[in-house]
């Protein structure tokens, strides 16, 4: 098959741009006799050579990765040049790998979009933050699912949210997976772990929990600080520390990292034990993963939960809400809590830094379990939805 794919989010450091990275890198290296077809507004110089891969550069007035965001948009004109650089080419079908990036194609072959989860149609107060963001992404995502044959998304609870938040019949919906890269493993090497804290802001021997993610509402870090300040508050876990990781702007989407801040600094309990590490590449990430006394994901909702799976290749357990998907994708590697309760949140995050043997038993667990997610197995799962989906437009049975 002749096989088109967006891959104007490539660049981007969020879940769908990883996503977007690794699906891709691990599709192009199983043994197929596929050839692919990239359209990008940016240069993407790493897949120079690829066998089957030619990359086609369109010229835009803004790369994607700067206008597809919450609070900006894209132009009508560079969608239109996206559209009119496919059209050029014979497609047997084409995938988009993030609706973010989505644009007008020809229905001339079947369309595959994926759909990572429906949280900003669960918690639209939480993701948007004005009326005008809220319309624009409605349009879009409503507009790429009509024009589109099938979904696809990267979880069980994800397919959930998506029929009963958005709509979308559940005969329609496929699910892939996600997986963590092969350079998160365990390391002990005191003297990359030691820089890497420095790097996050952490005092150099202290224990200490970290979030990884953007820095938005929907992520529940002021319920997570709640649940920590509790916790000190009744003379617990008095040594323990947090590095909250993320971009602090939200690389252009829904940031509510001012308000944390605030509520830091206005704590005496907080102050000094909640730091805030900025974005950080992996190599530290690796580090910090592997020191953590835990990770926190305290989120409302997750479509997947790669930060999860991400630490937990690296030995870290995971102090874990027991909403969206994260109990799917971290199974018995997790301490649970209810992100809505912030005595729950407390009473985990306590029995997770007390209970010594407790915490190694789920370390123990993260390994077994985060070996079970990889990018070959995801690979192959999304290439088996996308030809099935060219079988049923070959058979006359196009959904």
């Not at 560079?78 to 079908?93: C, F, G, K, N, P």
């Not at 002021?222 to 993320?246: C, I, K, M, T, Y």
Request: hydrophobic share 45%; glycine share 6%; net charge negative.
């Amino acid at each position: 098959m002749k096989i088109g794919i967006d891959a104007t989010c490539w660049r981007n450091n969020r879940g769908f741009g990883r996503f977007t990275r690794e699906i891709l890198t691990a599709l192009f290296q199983l043994d197929s006799s596929h050839d692919y077809y990239l359209f990008t507004d940016q240069p993407l110089s790493e897949l120079d050579n690829t066998p089957n891969v030619e990359v086609v550069l369109v010229e835009t007035s803004r790369p994607t990765t700067e206008a597809a965001v919450a609070d900006s948009n894209r132009s009508p004109i560079d969608m239109l040049r996206m559209s009119r650089a496919v059209s050029r080419y014979t497609l047997d079908l084409f995938f988009f790998p993030a609706v973010y990036s989505w644009f007008p194609v020809s229905r001339r072959f079947p369309i595959m979009l994926t759909v990572m989860d429906a949280i900003a149609e669960h918690y639209p107060k939480l993701i948007f933050p004005g009326w005008r963001s809220r319309i624009l992404w409605t349009l879009k995502i409503r507009g790429a699912i009509w024009a589109s044959d099938r979904i696809l998304t990267i979880s069980n609870a994800a397919k959930k949210e998506i029929i009963e938040y958005i709509g979308v019949d559940a005969d329609v919906i496929d699910v892939t997976s996600c997986a963590p890269n092969p350079q998160f493993h365990v390391i002990r090497d005191k003297d990359l772990i030691r820089g890497a804290k420095v790097r996050a802001k952490l005092p150099p021997d202290v224990p200490f929990i970290v979030f990884v993610g953007g820095l938005a509402p929907h992520k529940n870090l002021h319920g997570l600080l709640d649940g920590f300040e509790r916790a000190l508050s009744q003379g617990r876990v008095p040594n323990l520390h947090f590095a909250l990781v993320g971009d602090f702007s939200g690389a252009g989407f829904f940031s509510n990292y001012d308000s944390l801040y605030d509520r830091v600094q206005g704590s005496s309990m907080l102050r000094d034990r909640v730091h805030f590490s900025g974005f950080m590449p992996d190599e530290d990430l690796v580090a910090i993963y592997s020191s953590a006394l835990a990770a926190a994901m305290p989120s409302y909702s997750e479509g997947f939960g790669l930060p999860a799976v991400e630490a937990m290749a690296c030995g870290a357990p995971v102090l874990s809400s027991d909403r969206g998907s994260l109990p799917e994708v971290v199974g018995d590697a997790g301490l649970y809590f209810d992100p809505f309760d912030i005595e729950s949140i407390s009473e985990a995050l306590i029995e997770m830094v007390e209970n010594t043997r407790l915490r190694e038993k789920l370390a123990g667990s993260a390994l077994t379990r985060a070996g079970q997610f990889t990018w070959e197995r995801a690979a192959r799962l999304t290439l088996q939805h996308l030809e099935g989906m060219y079988e049923r437009e070959i058979f006359g049975t196009r959904l």
